[in-house]
Each structure stands twice: as structure tokens, then as C-alpha cells.
């Protein structure tokens, strides 16, 4: 047992093997300041360390929002503030960064870390909300709208590698996927309460899963002997469809268990029903010749960001919008393959 007057620190848990594996054991990745050289290792191996996040297609943003100092940013997204730090720092002298996020958990540690930037207090303004409240917010912090604003719709990675969040099948853990774990039925809840027709429609409208309906009916035959409570029980009653109708494909297996978590996760967040109210709201958000940027990872939020965009060029609302959506450069998939299915589309609010 420890001494507690002792000065010594308290060695850290073993585990087994040569490296650490469970995300909680990861005492190098998860403390990024004091073992840089470690996580540099990890970045360079194309991983990202645990319990961060890299921002992804920074350059293209930057590049298409232009941001210039004395603007006003508005991050509908903030997590592990890559984005954020970078159009703060871009907007100085006079600017002002407002930003979102719903997650309790991760919010605080990152606005401590933009805190920490030796920026003016006043030029950033944390929120802990959807960012379908943005419009509401601004009518009161930025009555003119924005100069730009910018909406990453990926999970950030502290949230998909923490097995306790319940994002991920890599690792055990409850089966959860709130953003904000304090509101809300988790993915369990929904799954208890939902009947096959609806899981099969979920499973469909939210991931365009071919075997939604084999897959919803073994999700429900399943919950009446055991429930349907962690990521590893969800995942192995969707591969166990999936091997009975593809064999032993390890990739077909992975592929419609990724699509159940993230069908789930879209509905357990309402994640369509956010968008839609950002891209309803969002010609009020910005000032005449103020800059969006929307980074999307699936077919589901793409469509809906283009449809509202061309939708809105059509009306006079934009002045112009993205041609051709655009992709992760060859080199950032090779470093950071957690990006792969990124999607970046801009408009340009007219004058």
C-alpha cells in the first residue's frame, strides 16, 4: 500500500504485454505535454494518440473561410479545438471566436487549452449547447452575423476512443453514444423501446444499411433473452447477420457494424434533425460576404449540405457555393485515416 506522506509519486498501474492497449493505460497519449516525443511517434505511425484529436483538412479550411483579424468566428463544433485554435489565432488583433459544444466532458479541458493561447478573455466565447441554438445565440452576441463560421459534424476522437462513451465496437463499454451524457436515452434506452419496423427504417434513413432488416430483427430477438446494453454484445449480433450472409468477411463484418453504431448514434444525438436547423438558420448567422464551411463524413449529411447550399444559390441567399465537394489530400489519409470520408463544401453569403 502506498505511503501517503511520501513525495514520491504513485507508480502507475501495470498492464500486460510490452505497450499499453486499453485507453486508460495510454498514460503517454493522454498526457501530450509532458511526453511530446512519444506522441509524435504515434502521429507519425498515422494514428492519433489517445484522448485527442486532429483536425482535419485545417489548410483547405483556412484557405476557403480566409479568416482575417478583427473578424468574427463561429465554431459550431469546438472538441479538441485543432480548428478553433487556429481561427483564433487568426482573427487577432480585435477578433472574436464564439464556440460550441454539447459534450460537458471534453468541453472545459478545451477551452482551458485555448485559454492558455494568451489571447484577450473577451475574444473568445464558450458555449456548452447544440449547435442548432447558434442563430439564437448570435442574435445576442453578434447581432450583425458572422464574418464566417465552420461546422466539423465528426465525433471527435476523444469520444470514439474512450470505451465509457460507448462510441466505439473496438472495446466493451456501455452502450451509450450521447454527446452529452448528462441528457437524453443512450443507444441502450433507444434500442429497448423501439420495435423491428422502426429499427429497420432507423437503420436505413441513418446508414443505408442493406440488411437493416435481418439486422433489426436480431437486435430485437436478442434484447428479449439479454439486453442489448454494450458495444461488444450490439457488435457481435450484427456481425453474427452479417457472417451468416457474407461468411467470413472481416470487412463486410466491420462495415455494417460501423453503419449500425453510427445509425444509432445519429439518432441518439438527433444529429439530421441539428442540421437542419443550422442550414435552415444559417443565411441569419451571417453578415452580407460572410464565409461557411461545412466538413460532413457521410452520405446523409453531405446531401443535405449541398441540397441547402445550391438550394440557397438558387435564391440569391448565397453568392456562390462550392463546385465540386472537396476530399482529404492523399498525404493527410496516408497520416490520419480517420479522415478518409471527409467532405468539405463552402458558401459565401450574399452581399
Known amino acids: 500500500m502506498p505511503d501517503p506522506t511520501s513525495d514520491r509519486p504513485p507508480r502507475r498501474p501495470r498492464y500486460r504485454g510490452k505497450n499499453p492497449r486499453a485507453f486508460h493505460e495510454k498514460y503517454k497519449e493522454l498526457a501530450p505535454q509532458q511526453y511530446p516525443d512519444d506522441?509524435?511517434?504515434?502521429?507519425?505511425?498515422?494514428?492519433?494518440?489517445?484522448?485527442?484529436?486532429?483536425?482535419?483538412?485545417?489548410?483547405?479550411?483556412?484557405?476557403?473561410?480566409?479568416?482575417?483579424?478583427?473578424?468574427?468566428?463561429?465554431?459550431?463544433?469546438?472538441?479538441?479545438?485543432?480548428?478553433?485554435?487556429?481561427?483564433?489565432?487568426?482573427?487577432?488583433?480585435?477578433?472574436?471566436?464564439?464556440?460550441?459544444d454539447v459534450d460537458p466532458i471534453e468541453l472545459e479541458r478545451t477551452e482551458a487549452r485555448l485559454r492558455g493561447l494568451n489571447v484577450p478573455p473577451e475574444s473568445l466565447l464558450v458555449r456548452r449547447m447544440n449547435f442548432a441554438g447558434v442563430a439564437q445565440v448570435l442574435a445576442t452576441e453578434a447581432p450583425g452575423g458572422a464574418d464566417l463560421l465552420l461546422a466539423d459534424l465528426g465525433v471527435s476522437s476523444m469520444q470514439l476512443d474512450d470505451p465509457t462513451r460507448g462510441f466505439t465496437f473496438k472495446s466493451d463499454g456501455p452502450l451509450d453514444m450521447r454527446m452529452n451524457p448528462t441528457r437524453g436515452r443512450s443507444a441502450a434506452d433507444l434500442l429497448q423501446s423501439i420495435d423491428e419496423d422502426e429499427l429497420a427504417e432507423l437503420l436505413v434513413d441513418h446508414s443505408e444499411e442493406p440488411h437493416a432488416r435481418a439486422i433489426a430483427e436480431a437486435i430485437v430477438s436478442g434484447q428479449r433473452n439479454q439486453p442489448v446494453d454494450s458495444t461488444l454484445r450490439l457488435r457481435a449480433i450484427v456481425a453474427g447477420v452479417i457472417e451468416r450472409k457474407r461468411s467470413n468477411d472481416p470487412d463486410a463484418v466491420n462495415d455494417a457494424v460501423r453503419r449500425v453504431f453510427q445509425a444509432l448514434r445519429i439518432a441518439v444525438n438527433d444529429e439530421f434533425g441539428a442540421l437542419d436547423a443550422l442550414l435552415r438558420n444559417l443565411p441569419w448567422c451571417l453578415k452580407p460576404g460572410g464565409r461557411v464551411a461545412i466538413l460532413t463524413f457521410h452520405s446523409g449529411e453531405d446531401r443535405r449540405v449541398k441540397q441547402a447550399f445550391r438550394s440557397g444559390l438558387r435564391e440569391g441567399i448565397y453568392s456562390n457555393v462550392s463546385d465540386e465537394v472537396l476530399r482529404p489530400s492523399a498525404e493527410e489519409r496516408r497520416s490520419n485515416p480517420r479522415c478518409v470520408s471527409a467532405k468539405l463544401r463552402f458558401a459565401t453569403r450574399a452581399d
Open 39 to 100: 506522441v509524435a511517434k504515434v502521429i507519425a505511425s498515422g494514428k492519433t494518440p489517445a484522448g485527442t484529436h486532429r483536425p482535419v483538412m485545417l489548410d483547405e479550411i483556412l484557405t476557403g473561410l480566409t479568416p482575417q483579424a478583427g473578424e468574427i468566428a463561429v465554431d459550431c463544433t469546438l472538441g479538441y479545438g485543432g480548428h478553433a485554435s487556429e481561427l483564433l489565432a487568426a482573427i487577432q488583433p480585435g477578433g472574436r471566436l464564439i464556440a460550441f
